[in-house]
């Protein structure tokens, strides 16, 4: 009756009676756990209200009163203060807690002056007896790591933590407002990921000290990151995240095939081909990365220093007004900003060859006429195939092509080449999409000393039976247009080349000229 009295208290929001009816209980039978429990719920809903009004100092508070239930052994037992211990397995008041803390810690997460009071709450509650794995535990997980991200202390809690808590619903995206949101767990691990490599210094953060990567953590922590990878292939940015880990502990042998495939899927930011410049032996590769980098399109502050990386190998090769145009920009753009000149900035600025040299309007040319090693680098994984041009649409800028009788479709050709012909034999990296349609990733034209399975050269007497169009010269086809463009006569001799092709109306496959290049009267 007496813990019933305490509850109906509560559910009428006299909470200051119904804990000091608790403790006048429990000065009779200390031991009693009901009354541990109902005083345990008491400042629950303190707690509660607390949050509610975003009393942040009077939430801490009320978690100081809270952690006194915490079972036996998990609170130090030379702190004063009073202590009920609840059960080992009665982790509901902490549970519930957790959401709690987790509405608190969202709703004051991006205030500055709350900093340390959430350093703090999670301070106080860290050893709290949650379920683990739980969706309590993972909200409460959740709260942190919004608050925690950019703070130091990320290490220290996340380790606290443990990702071995997770749960699988944890591993999934989520939708807020319509909108797809990266995992929790993926986020963890990124962030985690991104401390352990330590700072690095920008524009905006260069009053910060450097601080190094931790190479022990890293080792321990690769494994785990590269089951994450190959477990969910979906992640955006883990691959990322190992392969900058393996570059911190010099492991470059890996790193290609790691950071490959993400490359490919974020291939239209600039900072992918600027890393993917840093990995490369070749100074010819790296530029061509940096081109790479600079022709996509970029606000001016976040390139600055692909800029300078650039011109320093341009100063190198002796490329001085395509240097000079790189420094003029990087000036420009840090003065707008009013940041600091760095001193290899100042110093080529200095020297004689930079007055004597005049600018180009810009290097949009050198970029393109240099980035095709960097578009082969990151389809290096992916094999070339010798393909020949079946037939162009010049309107839609699409292709048909011919490999072998197995291997055919057609393409989109116009970032690569203003125009192509058929039968042009180039070397392409692709991949089908959909009914033969085909994603080009790299093209080159292909030497005239290569040859094709799919183009042959010919010379026969040419065959138009009465009243055809069209001819045949041995079993190559002659297309009308042709026979009427070359003024063909039945029996002559001619020359050229063909193309296999497709003949839909016989369901076969042939060969179709698409040059003639002599023509011998009878």
């Not at 211990?85 to 969202?106: C, E, M």
């Not at 094709?452 to 041995?474: C, H, K, L, M, Y």
Request: proline residues 3%; neutral net charge; aromatic residues 14%.
């Amino acid at each position: 009756m007496s813990t019933e009295m305490i509850k109906q208290l509560r559910l009428s929001g006299q909470l200051d009676e119904a804990r000091e009816l608790a403790y006048q209980l429990l000065e009779e039978t200390p031991d009693s756990i009901w009354l541990i429990r109902a005083l345990s719920w008491v400042y629950y809903d303190f707690l509660k209200k607390a949050v509610a009004d975003q009393d942040v100092q009077k939430a801490i508070t009320l978690l100081d009163k809270i952690a006194m239930f915490l079972p036996q052994g998990m609170f130090n037992a030379d702190l004063p203060g009073e202590k009920y211990p609840l059960p080992l397995d009665d982790r509901t008041l902490f549970d519930s807690a957790a959401f709690q803390i987790g509405k608190l810690v969202l709703s004051v997460s991006n205030q500055q002056h709350h900093a340390e009071n959430i350093k703090r709450i999670w301070r106080c509650t860290k050893d709290f007896n949650f379920t683990k794995p739980s969706d309590a535990f993972s909200f409460y997980f959740k709260a942190f790591q919004k608050a925690f991200k950019d703070n130091p202390i990320y290490i220290e809690f996340a380790e606290c933590w443990n990702f071995i808590n997770f749960q699988p619903k944890d591993y999934e995206a989520e939708v807020y407002m319509g909108r797809k949101m990266m995992a929790l767990a993926e986020q963890a691990y990124i962030t985690y990921a991104r401390h352990l490599l330590g700072n690095e210094l920008t524009e905006e953060n260069s009053h910060q000290f450097r601080t190094l990567p931790d190479l022990e953590k890293i080792k321990v922590f690769l494994p785990s990151i590269e089951q994450l990878s190959a477990q969910h292939p979906e992640y955006s940015y883990t691959s990322f995240y190992q392969a900058k880990l393996l570059i911190a502990l010099n492991n470059h042998d890996q790193v290609m095939n790691v950071f490959l495939p993400f490359a490919r899927q974020k291939r239209n930011d600039f900072w992918v081909w600027d890393l993917l410049g840093d990995l490369q032996q070749d100074t010819e590769t790296k530029i061509s990365c940096l081109c790479m980098a600079l022709s996509l399109k970029t606000p001016e502050d976040f390139i600055v220093k692909v800029r300078q990386k650039l011109a320093a190998f341009l100063i190198q090769k002796n490329l001085l007004p395509e240097a000079k145009t790189e420094i003029e920009k990087i000036i420009e753009v840090r003065n707008q900003h009013q940041w600091r000149i760095p001193f290899e900035v100042s110093n080529w600025q200095s020297q004689d060859w930079y007055a004597k040299t005049n600018a180009l309007k810009n290097n949009m040319v050198f970029y393109r006429n240099n980035k095709n090693k960097a578009e082969e680098l990151l389809y290096a994984d992916m094999e070339e195939i010798l393909i020949a041009i079946e037939f162009v649409n010049k309107d839609k800028k699409m292709a048909n092509f011919i490999q072998n009788q197995k291997v055919y479709g057609f393409f989109k050709y116009d970032a690569f080449f203003d125009k192509l012909n058929i039968g042009d034999l180039l070397f392409v990296r692709l991949k089908e999409k959909s009914d033969g349609f085909c994603q080009l990733f790299t093209a080159r034209k292909a030497d005239d000393s290569i040859s094709s399975d799919a183009v042959r050269s010919f010379e026969e007497s040419i065959t138009i039976r009465p009243g055809n169009s069209f001819g045949f010269a041995g079993n190559v086809f002659i297309e009308p247009e042709m026979i009427i463009q070359h003024k063909l006569a039945c029996q002559q001799t001619i020359s050229g080349k063909a193309i296999l092709s497709f003949n839909k109306k016989k369901n076969q496959w042939g060969w179709k000229a698409f040059e003639i290049n002599l023509i011998k009267q009878k």
